[in-house]
C-alpha cells in the first residue's frame, strides 16, 4: 500500500521530515480513522501541503498504536518520543486535547521526489491521509 500524508504548511513538517529533524510522523484523532490500521512497515509515504504538489517521500520503519488516550498517557507518549516526533513544545499539548487515538510512524528512507499533483476525488476535501494501492493510481496529469 502508499500513503498520503497532507500537512499543514504553516508548521513546515515535510521540511523537518527531509532534514531528518522530525523522524515520527504522528496522527492524533478523535476516531479511528486512516491510517489507524491501515499501514504497516515496509509501505511508503508520500508528503504533500495542502494546496500543494507532493514533494517527498519515505519507507514505514515501524508503526506504535495507542488508544484509549488520557491526559496523562498522551504526556508519557510525548516524554518517551517527543524528539523523535520533533515536537517544538513538550508543555502545550492543546493540539492533543479531545484526542482517543494516536498513531506514531517512524519514517526511513526519506527522500525528495520530483513534485507531482494528486486528484483526491472520492476522499473528501477535509481528508488528510489516503490510502491508495499505489500512487500513480491517483497521479493527476
Not at 16 to 21: C, K, P, T, V, Y
Not at 84 to 100: A, M
Request: charged letters at 25%.
Amino acid at each position: 500500500m502508499d500513503h498520503i500524508a497532507i500537512m499543514n504548511k504553516k508548521l513546515g513538517l515535510i521540511d523537518r521530515i527531509l532534514s531528518g529533524r522530525k523522524k515520527v510522523e504522528t496522527r492524533w484523532y478523535k476516531n479511528k480513522i486512516a491510517p489507524y490500521n491501515q499501514i504497516s512497515a515496509g509501505e511508503t509515504v508520500y508528503f504533500k501541503d495542502s494546496g500543494s504538489l507532493v514533494r517527498a517521500k519515505a519507507r514505514v520503519a515501524k508503526v506504535v498504536q495507542f488508544d484509549n488516550l488520557t491526559p496523562t498517557k498522551t504526556k508519557e507518549i510525548i516524554s518517551k518520543y517527543g524528539q523523535e516526533i520533533d515536537v517544538t513544545d513538550p508543555t502545550d499539548l492543546s493540539w492533543t486535547l479531545g484526542k482517543n487515538f494516536a498513531i506514531l510512524i517512524w519514517l526511513g528512507d526519506v527522500k525528495a521526489v520530483k513534485p507531482f499533483q494528486i486528484n483526491k476525488t472520492g476522499y473528501g476535501t477535509g481528508c488528510a491521509w489516503l490510502v491508495v494501492k499505489n500512487v500513480d493510481i491517483i497521479k493527476a496529469d
